[in-house]
């Protein structure tokens, strides 16, 4: 089992470049997680999905768009990249009401 | 929405010492909490979770204690050891979903 895997764990946009951060989970969780983690902020959520098809707003979504492909798959979109996004990013997916596990980050930069 | 607030953001104890960090949250009807360990440049795992129908929960070195009256858990570490160093977050689930809000992390320092 691979757990939850991330791609890519580095990048480095320019301002106002757009992409794609790519979030797959092999543990047949309903649910999954994008975070993003500032120094001395802590795990702040931008979105989250109960399901395939669903998705909901978390605490920091604005300049995010997400897409629950499938039960498998949760990506997270930067249309226009900003320096205020430049963060560690973390997917994470758990069973109803229990232990979320994380991929391993993704340290996006934008300059 | 929930918010959950955590102290202290630093501690630093000598080994052996015991370590308490604790949280509040803000929705009454939260019915899980984490807590996760992470290790510099790692990816965040559970060490130990409490759901509302229970007090206490003890794992080993580690323990959870919760008060739902006053809104607050807190996590205890007894003996500590220098591989207890890490950051450590809190988490509470958003009542009716099971989104995780987290504490802004509380980072651990055990000096040998």
Not at chain 1, 8 to 28: E, R, Y
Not at chain 1, 77 to 90: D, G, H, I, N
Not at chain 2, 36 to 48: D, M, N, S, T, V
Request: with cysteine; glycine share 8%; net charge neutral.
């Amino acid at each position: 089992n691979a757990g939850v895997t991330q791609t890519p764990k580095f990048q480095v946009l320019k301002t106002g470049q757009s992409m794609t951060l790519q979030c797959a989970q092999d543990m047949n969780h309903n649910s999954m997680y994008w975070y993003r983690q500032d120094p001395g902020m802590g795990l702040r959520l931008i979105y989250y999905s109960a399901s395939e098809g669903t998705t909901d707003k978390g605490e920091v979504p604005n300049g995010y768009n997400v897409s629950r492909l499938n039960k498998r798959e949760f990506s997270l979109r930067l249309e226009s990249a900003a320096p205020s996004q430049t963060s560690v990013y973390f997917c994470a997916s758990s069973e109803d009401t229990g232990e979320a596990f994380f991929g391993q980050g993704t340290r996006l930069t934008v300059v | 929405g929930e918010n959950v607030e955590q102290h202290p953001s630093t501690l630093s104890v000598q080994e052996g010492d015991s370590a308490v960090i604790k949280c509040t949250y803000s929705d009454s009807a939260s019915n899980y909490f984490p807590w996760y360990k992470q290790e510099l440049g790692k990816r965040p795992q559970l060490i130990i979770d409490i759901r509302s129908n229970v007090g206490e929960k003890k794992d080993q070195r580690i323990a959870v204690t919760l008060n739902k009256t006053a809104k607050h858990f807190s996590l205890h570490i007894t003996e500590t050891q220098p591989e207890d160093s890490a950051v450590y977050f809190c988490a509470a689930s958003e009542s009716g979903t099971y989104k995780y809000i987290f504490g802004t992390g509380t980072r651990l320092k055990v000096l040998a």
